[in-house]
Nanobody
Framework: QAQLVESGGGLVQPGGSMRLSCSAS????????VNWYRQAPGKQRELVALIGGGGITHYVDSVKGRFTISRDNAENTVYLQMNSLKPEDTAVYYCNARFGRDDLWGQGTQVTVSS
């Protein structure tokens, strides 16, 4: 059974950095469009960043210039590098991979930005 596993979350101070990983098993992640979503308490889940199969990227305005999504095909992993973190970035971050009828989700990883 195909699976996505996120890692790299935790507690970081405002202005700090963190890198999230989305590792895949039993699928070739490089052919999938991969999205990072986040959901803060009491708020709807929002798309933060995506990377297409061809490498095209897109970011929500609130993270442009601070977050970078990238692939490591050898590791079958997609990363979300988050810099200049703000308290409003606090949320559970989810990895999502789509290709054809496949729509896979990870379990989520908590990111807390606080002093």
């Amino acid at each position: 059974q195909a699976q996505l596993v996120e890692s790299g979350g935790g507690l970081v101070q405002p202005g700090g950095s963190m890198r999230l990983s989305c590792s895949a098993s039993r699928i070739i992640l490089s052919i999938y469009s991969v999205n990072w979503y986040r959901q803060a308490p009491g708020k709807q889940r929002e798309l933060v960043a995506l990377i297409g199969g061809g490498g095209i990227t897109h970011y929500v305005d609130s993270v442009k210039g601070r977050f970078t999504i990238s692939r490591d095909n050898a590791e079958n992993t997609v990363y979300l590098q988050m810099n200049s973190l703000k308290p409003e970035d606090t949320a559970v971050y989810y990895c999502n991979a789509r290709f054809g009828r496949d729509d896979l989700w990870g379990q989520g990883t908590q990111v807390t930005v606080s002093s």
